[in-house]
């Protein structure tokens, strides 16, 4: 699936300063048959409030600003400015680590059993303490999925991008509890295209991760049909307030990682708009059987659903709470 050479995680600033997945790619033809999710969703939707409808909001209401997203460049404009990009390699994200590294006090937290993926000498202690801990959350068959971590402290201007088994942050411009939502909302794309997987058997859907066919039977297919009918082309009918974040709305991949990292940090404000917006409750759900089955809190989010649709997951306040031991 999805194979990328790694050079492409290393170069060129990307979109908005924000996350997003390096191997995206257009919708192929629907005449493939699109499975019908509605026996997925039997027997879950009404476990997360007494009423689920549809959301009735005010013509009033102050619609979220979409501007950001229509200045974003096409996505092969992204790819080829990746490809043939002349900023930094693996060489100056190392050398650039390095000197933080040296004038970086020494951790007082235990560094055992940290992941090997994560566990590079050039990365800033604190910041693999809280990859570790992230990843350790994760469902236990993807803790494996990410071959490469680069974290650079070079102010390349981008936070951070993320393909089916890479992650590149930059770790110079943002504190520690920024680092710990990006790296949940890089690392729901990971889980996204690499650890849920179909098999060709099922069949070609109608999407598709660059050039490389997604199959009927990839869980993320479930979640997706729930808004979009190609990886950036939203169903009829889909509003603002139908995603978690506006951000999640440019394609599938975000609106995926976004409510990730939106339900890791903010699950009482999910859950609260589930109660009124049954699009919100499917992905609630989704999340809930694959990710996280029966539901989990990890964090005490701080943002309240007021009916104004936040812009960006990673920006939103909470406090930390869990351990790993607590999972």
């Not at 060489?91 to 590294?101: K, W």
């Not at 971590?149 to 942050?169: L, T």
């Not at 989704?286 to 649709?309: K, R």
């Given at each position: ?109 235990p560094t055992s059993d940290i992941f090997p993926v994560?566990d590079q000498p050039d990365i800033l202690l604190r ?201």
């Amino acid at each position: 699936m999805r194979v990328l050479p790694l050079a492409i995680f290393l170069i060129g600033p990307l979109l908005l300063g924000t996350a997003a997945p390096v191997a995206l790619g257009k919708s192929v033809s629907q005449s493939q048959p699109v499975a019908s999710v509605s026996s997925f969703w039997t027997g879950r939707i009404r476990s997360i409030g007494d009423t689920v409808r549809s959301s009735q909001r005010s013509s009033a209401k102050t619609q979220i600003a979409r501007a950001s997203l229509k200045q974003r460049k096409p996505t092969r404009a992204i790819r080829a400015e990746l490809l043939t990009g002349s900023t930094s390699s693996a060489t100056s994200i190392q050398a650039s680590a390095s000197s933080v590294q040296s004038q970086s006090p020494q951790s007082p937290f235990p560094t055992s059993d940290i992941f090997p993926v994560l566990d590079q000498p050039d990365i800033l202690l604190r910041h693999r303490l809280i990859a570790n801990e992230m990843l350790r959350l994760m469902p236990k068959k993807c803790h494996n999925t990410m071959k490469n971590f680069y974290v650079r402290y070079d102010n390349s201007g981008q936070r951070g991008v993320a393909g089916k088994e890479s992650i590149v942050m930059d770790g110079s411009k943002i504190d520690d509890h920024e680092f710990r939502t990006l790296f949940a909302h890089e690392f729901g794309h990971v889980l996204d295209l690499g650890c849920l997987q179909g098999t060709p058997v099922a069949g070609a859907s109608e999407f598709k991760d660059g050039n490389d066919i997604m199959w009927n039977d990839d869980p993320s297919l479930v979640f997706y049909r729930i808004s979009w009918t190609a990886h950036n082309v939203q169903k009829e009918g889909m509003k603002p307030e139908n995603f978690v974040t506006g951000y999640a709305s440019w394609d599938v991949f975000e609106d995926i990682t976004e409510s990730l990292t939106y339900y890791i940090f903010q699950r009482d404000a999910f859950i609260a708009r589930a109660r009124t917006n049954h699009v919100i409750a499917m992905k609630l759900a989704w999340i809930e059987t694959y990710v996280f089955p029966g539901g989990i809190t990890i964090a005490n989010g701080s943002h309240q659903w007021n009916g104004e649709v936040p812009w960006d997951s990673t920006k939103l306040p909470y406090t930390w709470t869990i351990s790993v031991s607590q999972k």
